[in-house]
């Protein structure tokens, strides 16, 4: 299903404007769950209550109200609302271009695509490849769904991205939380574990490949949705087994962890490898049930050959 376009407007750097069309660069496939009454499996509304009365309040009763202080509101019509919020421009307004590695990926938060309109094809190239060649990043005002957002413009392949960016007050600051000792040696690292660490991370790099992860909690949940439909129990409540404890070391030293996790790495075959593998269990368990069957053969030979030896001694 093709995606719907959010809005269509510009990117505009200086006196340059590429028009542009916005349009969300994710989707949601995460499994979601209704509340539902276990009896007769009707979906469960959301009741509009006073919590601290807990009587019903109706629609038009029911005002926005910004917390100023604890337990404290100024309320807010949604026209004050509406004239509080900057105006939807719909253009990507660059303001600087910084180094492409200067953001943090903490302040990355939503991306979204920038297609280019008909009519702008050559000056998004243009844009698209002046950011490649210089290895820059556009950080730009917009403003998206009546709020204003800090983005960043991102050459992706054919494509230039906007990633929105969260504000600098929404990320907590460190000095906020119990902070970890920041030098190895005083942590007490030694250097020994400190190489041994680096070997194992470098065991297990490699390329950053997305079609190689998937979301096992959704494929586990799809699969017992469907199991219960086939089964024609989608009304049951489910039995689900507590999940088996994963396995730890009982080793303390964290250089004996360090060197097991090393030898799991060393002795674990690649995909190619587990493959060849498997062909040659098969021919091996292949090869000892012939080779087994034949023992067997052989076996009920000589006995039946010991059986009928003394009726022949007997005779002669």
């Known amino acids: 299903m093709a995606s719907r376009m959010i809005w269509k407007g510009a990117i505009s750097f200086g006196l340059v404007h590429v028009p542009v069309q916005l349009y969300p660069a994710t989707r949601t496939v995460k499994p979601s769950f209704r509340m539902l009454d276990k009896h007769s499996m009707d979906p469960i509304g959301y009741r509009q209550v006073n919590k601290r009365t807990g009587k019903k309040v109706s629609r038009e009763d029911i005002v926005r109200g910004y917390e100023y202080d604890k337990e404290r509101y100024v309320a807010l019509t949604d026209e004050e609302i509406r004239a509080a919020n900057p105006d939807s ?71 230039l991205a906007l990633d929105t960016l969260r504000w600098k007050d929404e990320l907590r600051a460190l000095a906020e939380l119990p902070l970890p ?3 190895a040696k005083k942590a007490g690292v030694t250097a020994r574990e400190l190489e041994m660490a680096k070997k194992l991370i470098d065991d297990m790099s490699g390329a950053w490949k997305p079609e190689d992860y998937h979301d096992t909690f959704r494929d586990d949940i ?29 080793v303390v030293d964290l250089s004996e962890l360090l060197r097991r996790s090393l030898g799991q790495r060393k002795s674990r075959p690649s995909i190619d490898e587990d493959t060849a593998g498997a062909d040659k269990r098969k021919k091996t368990t292949a090869r000892k049930t012939l080779v087994t069957k034949a023992s067997k053969s052989r076996v009920r030979t000589a006995t039946a050959s010991k059986r009928t030896s003394p009726g022949k001694r007997r005779a002669a």
């Open 222 to 250: 799809l699969a017992l949705v469907k199991k219960k439909i086939r089964a024609d129990k989608a009304q049951a409540i489910p039995n689900i087994e507590a999940p088996a404890k994963r396995r730890t070391a009982d």
């Open 181 to 183: 000792e920041g030098d």
């Open 89 to 159: 421009t719909q253009t990507v307004d660059i303001l600087t271009f910084v180094d492409s590695d200067a953001v943090s990926f903490l302040y990355l938060d939503t991306p979204y695509y920038l297609v280019p309109d008909r009519k702008g094809k050559k000056v998004y190239a243009l844009l698209r490849e002046a950011l490649r060649g210089t290895g820059k990043i556009g950080i730009a005002f917009v403003v998206i769904h009546g709020r204003q957002h800090l983005g960043a413009l991102i050459p992706v392949g054919p494509l």
